[in-house]
């Protein structure tokens, strides 16, 4: 029934149903999951890294994390050459509205504008919807901490704890029933290493398979945006008891 109507982004089926951005989401279930988990002091974002060969050399850059401002951070799931497209374009928008107005872009108006762009693929003939999906963690002075994902559609909402990506079905409902509203950041990053351990497709979790960013406020009151070395997750792996510590080669 399907083959009628998706040729077109801008032809609706008769169900009523865009099958182009539905195959965008499908793009993103076959990518390396992400998860996002709001605290009471601050937001911790955690992303699996797909190893698809052992020959890859690693990349020293960030992969699945980015920062947007100096108070707006997120996460990818998806394909990436579409998310770095994305990804600047809200990194320009947060500086010309800090350039206007002399005070941080409120991270709603940021992700609403975002996805303006994202949706506007979806309506036009000739165009492809973006096939990524974003969790972005920030904070303002009007709403505190907040957690927002937004799908190739154009949609996106508030979420206190949120999966993308492969496998995100197990992941949500594991949140579902392991989330608390008063949890410290210390206990979300537990919470998120616990969820991508039970939910990726690789037996072991290891620092080189994923990465772990935190948004959360200094004790001068600025915000600051903190991306784990690959030392520190391995402390933080084996600290909560998701990986083995490593034998000491003699």
Not at 14 to 38: D, K
């Amino acid at each position: 029934m399907s083959r009628r109507y998706d040729s077109r982004t801008t032809i609706f089926s008769p169900e009523g149903r865009l099958y182009q951005v539905e195959y965008a989401m499908e793009a993103i279930g076959n990518a390396g999951s992400a998860i996002g988990i709001l605290s009471k002091d601050g937001v911790v974002l955690i992303g699996e890294k797909k190893v698809t060969s052992k020959l890859l050399q690693t990349s020293t850059s960030s992969e699945k994390m980015y920062k947007i401002d100096d108070h707006v951070a997120c996460a990818v799931a998806g394909i990436m050459s579409d998310a770095n497209i994305l990804i600047n374009t809200a990194r320009v928008q947060a500086q010309r509205y800090t350039f206007m107005y002399q005070e941080p872009m409120p991270v709603e108006q940021l992700v609403q504008s975002l996805c303006d762009t994202k949706q506007g693929y979806t309506q036009f003939g000739g165009l492809r919807p973006f096939g990524v999906s974003f969790l972005f963690a920030g904070w303002d002075k009007n709403h505190g901490f907040q957690l927002y994902m937004s799908d190739p559609s154009g949609n996106y909402g508030g979420w206190k704890a949120a999966a993308v990506g492969a496998n995100n079905q197990a992941a949500q409902s594991i949140l579902k029933q392991d989330y608390k509203d008063d949890a410290t950041r210390e206990e979300a990053v537990e919470l998120a290493l616990k969820v991508l351990s039970k939910t990726m497709d690789s037996t072991s979790l290891t620092s080189e398979k994923l990465e772990l960013a935190e948004v959360f406020l200094t004790p001068s009151g600025s915000v600051k945006y903190h991306v784990h070395s690959p030392e520190s997750l391995t402390k933080l792996l084996v600290k909560h008891g998701v990986t083995q510590p490593a034998a000491e080669s003699s």
